[in-house]
């Protein structure tokens, strides 16, 4: 029945967090029809049930995701952890016989629904916004555009994302990405010289574009004072005039200042607190960022968002998260923010579940003997949580 010998159902169930899933999958189309469901019920969601229909879509897309054959027989997807033997399983079976399932279809055309994916795809709008703004009777973000209300007025995050909304859907191109980081990191060692970086998020996992870039910044305790090294870097890119919007905020959490020499694994909460700066920044059109940066952008500094999107200018916009952690924190850091958000979901149940542990992207809290578990690698990390080490392009749940 299945294709591939070595596939054992049984191991299969054992360990969701064992499992791979490389972009490169063999079962795009259930996948893909999956996670529109998915998408649907986090885009349309009133309830708590139907937040829950959300992530249980989303765990069934993640178990497709991981399959290491391509499925050609319903029977293979029959007792599949996370896929379950219900409506997923139906909607797996269908698209596997027939190529084509109604219910997603019909979903995937649905009118409110496509009004409220565009309003979601507004930075800093999410489902409960995108209801209200349908229910005002918007429907397209031209509808938004014109409309000078309060809630745009009010938030200059949502009004930097209508504005720019052309922009921050454009995808990012890893070129332009890793020049960006190259860009940002360079300054933030001219700063502090011994400072450890990465580019995480979906880059990391192997996409050839994505969304915005991630960039984690690691550095000894006595540097962090919360935003210490991050807010540095965003004043010098403030100065050169590089930066759109920002805003510092902790992910996650409420806002709650680390204490400087506090040790970062003792702060008694699995809250994510890590410090992070959320910019929309300059990203000059030719590609180059030696001349761009010697521009000079005063003209700039007093437009509106709208003024601004729609001024004569040589950059785009696009979005930037720049992340702090101590070096403690950094193993821990790296794996919460290189997701995918379903493989973290998968890996914080586990721990919770098998181990008893929290699992954040500031450590791991071993909740029965109270003591946080020190790591130097993100191979430690799996090595504390009995798991399989995975390589980051192997963790696209
Ligand atoms: P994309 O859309 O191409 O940027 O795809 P990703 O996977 O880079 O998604 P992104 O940038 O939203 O997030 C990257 C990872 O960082 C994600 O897997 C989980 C983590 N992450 C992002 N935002 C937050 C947050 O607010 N809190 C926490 N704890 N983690 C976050
Ligand atoms: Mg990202």
Request: aromatic share 10%; proline share 4%; glycine share 6%.
């Amino acid at each position: 029945l299945y294709p591939i010998p070595e596939f054992d159902l049984k191991t299969f169930n054992e360990c969701i967090p064992e499992r791979k899933a490389i972009f490169d999958h063999q079962n795009k189309e259930i996948a893909a029809a999956l996670d529109l469901l998915s998408e649907y019920w986090e885009t349309c969601q009133q309830t708590k049930t139907d937040e829950n229909r959300a992530l249980a879509f989303a765990r069934a897309a993640a178990a497709i995701k991981c399959l290491p054959f391509k499925a050609t027989n319903s029977q293979q997807l029959k007792g599949i952890k996370g896929l379950g033997n219900g409506h997923a399983l139906r909607v797996a079976t269908q698209i596997l016989e027939s190529g084509y399932c109604p219910e997603v279809e019909e979903k995937r055309n649905d009118k409110k629904f496509l009004s409220l994916q565009i309003f979601c795809k507004v930075y800093g709008v999410g489902p409960s916004i995108a209801e209200k703004w349908y229910a005002q009777g918007l429907r397209t973000v031209e509808d938004v555009k014109k409309l000078d209300q309060q809630d745009i007025a009010n938030n200059d995050m949502i009004a930097h994302g209508v504005a720019f909304y052309d922009d921050l859907n454009r995808p990012l191109l890893r070129a332009e990405a890793e020049n960006t980081y190259k860009y940002i990191t360079d300054l933030a060692k001219l700063i502090l010289p011994s400072v450890v970086t990465s580019m995480n998020g979906g880059f990391l996992r192997g996409k050839s574009s994505g969304h915005d870039l991630d960039v984690l910044f690691s550095y000894p305790e006595r540097e962090d004072g919360d935003y210490g090294l991050i807010a540095a870097v965003l004043d010098e890119l403030n100065k050169k005039g590089l930066v759109v919007w920002s805003r510092a905020t902790h992910t996650d959490g409420p806002r709650k200042v680390i204490e400087i020499n506090s040790s970062p694994l003792s702060s008694g909460s699995t809250k994510e607190h890590l410090p992070t700066m959320m910019i929309i920044f300059k990203y000059p059109l030719d590609d180059r960022f030696d001349e761009f940066e010697r521009r000079d952008f005063s003209g700039e500094r007093n437009l509106g968002p709208f003024q601004l999107a729609n001024s004569n200018r040589q950059w785009r916009a696009v979005r930037v998260d720049l992340v702090g952690s101590t070096n403690a924190q950094y193993p821990y850091a790296q794996i919460g923010w290189t997701g995918s958000k379903q493989y973290n979901r998968s890996l914080r149940q586990y721990a919770k579940d098998s181990l008893n542990y929290s699992l954040s992207s500031m450590g791991l809290h071993d909740n029965g003997q109270n003591r946080w578990i020190a790591a130097q690698t993100e191979q430690d990390v799996f090595h504390h949580l009995k798991l399989t080490y995975r390589e980051p392009w192997e963790r696209n749940f």
